[in-house]
């Protein structure tokens, strides 16, 4: 009796390792993918580090000249090469542009890009997961209609037309919010009117994507069989609801948050160059503008290997939380 257990623990840890394996070659293999792509497409572009250095009239000798020094004449593969080497051993690489290293860029740009994308996720989930529960609540109602044609036209936006809504009415009209963080430096704790509209922007589509799922997964959960039964015993729905209903949406939502933070390292970009904040969307602005392929590339292996964690991650609570659903991806 007791070794059936045990046989069908060992085959469940199996299938376990070999889910996280699998996950693992594939997040290895996307990261490298986005390394390539983004070196190959930097250096399609037209000019190098050598021509924005040389200013807006360049003499042809002293590009050439800056262009060895920074040993950009040497073949891609070659220098693509030299830089997989040294990130083997922890090295993301030297800036072509100021000689720092790109650690440096990513350690300044760091502080203002994680409390923009804290402030999203902390508001995020309880927002996201109370307009869901609200909406799955009054199912086929006012309440529920109202909210999902809000969030559909508020998913519909795209985040720059509106920031720039929001700036126009907030910050020049009324003139309740700073419509920009110029002047605030990198602690913008310490001035956070300044964090109110580059957050709601950030927020907006998030909370409407999480939020239909919550109620799709609550009412598809309500509807069901075993609820019905459950009724019919007397269980109250409250009950139902957060007991039953509820962590039925827990799968699907948590896999939306993981894509929520690999869309906040997009999104982060359009909304710090919006509202010039110094983040890394910022330095990555500058290194593509400055043709600085090193900066560049520390930041896709930066954004790949965060997506590929938090991805991974999800995955595996999405797994424990549908067993029934096997191993098999």
Do not use: K
């Not at 919010?177 to 430096?185: C, N, S």
């Amino acid at each position: 009796m007791s070794g059936h257990p045990s046989g069908a623990s060992r085959r469940s840890t199996g299938g376990l390792r070999s889910f996280v394996a699998r996950r693992l070659l594939l997040g290895v293999a996307q990261t490298v993918a986005v390394v390539l792509l983004v070196f190959a497409l930097t250096e399609a572009l037209p000019g190098d580090a050598a021509v924005a250095l040389a200013g807006d009239q360049p003499d042809p000798a002293r590009i050439a000249a800056i262009r060895e020094a920074m040993h950009l004449d040497r073949p891609a593969h070659e220098r693509l090469a030299d830089w997989a080497a040294g990130l083997l051993h922890g090295d993301l690489g030297t800036s072509l542009t100021s000689g720092r290293p790109v650690v440096q860029y990513l350690a300044d740009g760091f502080g203002p890009t994680l409390l923009l994308a804290a402030l999203t996720l902390a508001l995020l989930v309880p927002i996201g997961f109370g307009l869901g529960v609200l909406a799955a609540r009054h199912a086929g109602r006012l309440t529920d209609r109202l909210t999902s044609s809000v969030t559909l036209a508020v998913y519909a936006i795209p985040e720059f037309a509106l920031g720039v809504l929001l700036v126009t009415l907030f910050a020049l009209r009324l003139g309740w919010l700073p419509p920009t963080a110029v002047g605030y430096g990198t602690d913008l704790l310490a001035h956070p009117a300044a964090l109110v509209l580059p957050v709601l922007v950030l927020l907006s589509r998030p909370v409407c994507s999480l939020s239909r799922l919550v109620r799709a997964g609550m009412v598809d959960a309500l509807g069901s069989p075993y609820v019905a039964h459950a009724r019919r015993y007397g269980i109250p729905g409250a009950r139902l609801r957060y007991a039953h209903a509820l962590p039925n949406a827990l799968a699907p939502a948590v896999q939306q948050l993981a894509r929520t933070v690999d869309w906040l390292l997009c999104g982060v970009i359009v909304v710090e160059s919006l509202f010039v904040i110094p983040g890394l969307g910022t330095v990555l602005l500058n290194a593509v503008a400055e043709r600085d392929v090193p900066v560049v590339q520390g930041l896709a292996v930066v954004f790949g290997v965060l997506t590929v964690v938090l991805n991974l991650g999800a995955d595996l609570v999405a797994h424990r939380l549908t067993p029934r659903a096997g191993v098999a991806a």
